[in-house]
């Protein structure tokens, strides 16, 4: 199944989520969003794959608006010091993520096509956004391993 396809089934169980949630309309959309780009992420392991390209331009940009948001949550008033600080933990978190993809790439359909691949990467949203976020990654997610008929547990 290719990415436009995952990205369908993952919005759709984004849209029962985000019902069952009883979610107003605006929440309700980033959640469906949430879901159709966490449906893509099990593929993190395919080097041709959608989400490698997304992810290629996406991390650096979000490492640095994370660590901006993390650093000058004052007003966004940042101190020359406390851009330097950004740029550092930004540039730290894209360089985690190239050695990882680059050295401890798994294997296709792997650890990353498991339930536990889902449950971590819900944790990794909860930890930097909230609940609902995480349980719509999770959502999508496990909509990707539905779809590719591949339902490990780990
Ligand atoms: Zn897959």
Redesign the pocket.
């Known amino acids: ?1 290719n990415w436009p396809e ?1 990205m369908f089934i993952g919005a759709l169980f984004g849209i029962i989520l985000a019902f069952l949630l009883g979610l107003p309309i605006l929440e309700a959309a980033l959640i469906i969003a949430m879901a159709s780009i966490s449906a893509l992420a ?2 993190i392991d ?1 080097d041709s794959s959608k989400i490698r390209k997304i992810a290629n331009i996406t991390v650096p940009i979000a490492a640095l608006g994370f660590s901006f948001a993390a650093t000058c949550s004052e007003g966004f008033m940042c101190t020359l010091d406390d851009l330097r600080s950004v740029v550092v933990l930004g540039l730290a978190i894209t360089g985690l993520y190239m050695i990882i993809i680059t050295f401890c790439k798994p294997k296709h ?1 792997g650890i990353t ?1 498991t339930i536990f691949a889902a449950l971590i990467f819900a944790v990794f949203i909860y930890i930097f956004s909230d609940l609902n976020f995480a349980l719509a990654g999770f959502a999508g997610y496990s909509s ?1 391993l539905i779809a ?1 008929k ?1 339902i490990k547990l780990i």
């Open positions: 199944m995952h099990p593929d395919h359909r096509h990707h590719d591949h």
